[in-house]
């Protein structure tokens, strides 16, 4: 069984940065943020998978930068030039090394304030 625990959400003024945390426990293969937004659907942020190119929602390109220490089983989610459409609950996910299934973390709040 994997758990994922995102940590660093919080409130920022509009221009300012965060960085989210998920740590996994448990044999995982790729991680990627998705958000979701009051009234909206999830949607995928970035995400990142050994040996392939890093993927982000074109809204954050230039802006989000998704890493990952795999040492530490740990990826994170540098956000700066926060914008108030960034605001939502930030969901980690990943998924299973073996059992191939989609893991998902509690979700973190973002907020953005104009």
């Known amino acids: 069984q994997v758990q994922l625990v995102e940590s660093g959400g919080g409130l920022v003024q509009a221009g300012g940065s965060l960085r989210l945390s998920c740590v996994a426990s448990g044999s995982i293969s790729s991680m990627a943020w998705y958000r979701q937004a009051p009234g909206k659907q999830r949607e995928l942020v970035a995400s990142?998978?050994?040996?392939?190119?890093?993927t982000y929602a074109d809204s954050v390109k230039g802006r989000f930068t998704i890493s990952r220490e795999n040492a530490k089983n740990t990826a994170y989610l540098q956000m700066n030039s926060l914008k108030p459409e960034d605001t939502g609950v930030y969901y980690c996910?990943?998924?299973?090394?073996?059992?191939?299934?989609?893991?998902w973390g509690q979700g973190t709040q973002v907020t953005v304030s104009s």
């Open positions: 996910h990943a998924k299973g090394l073996f059992t191939k299934r989609d893991y």
């Open positions: 990142i998978t050994s040996g392939e190119p890093t």
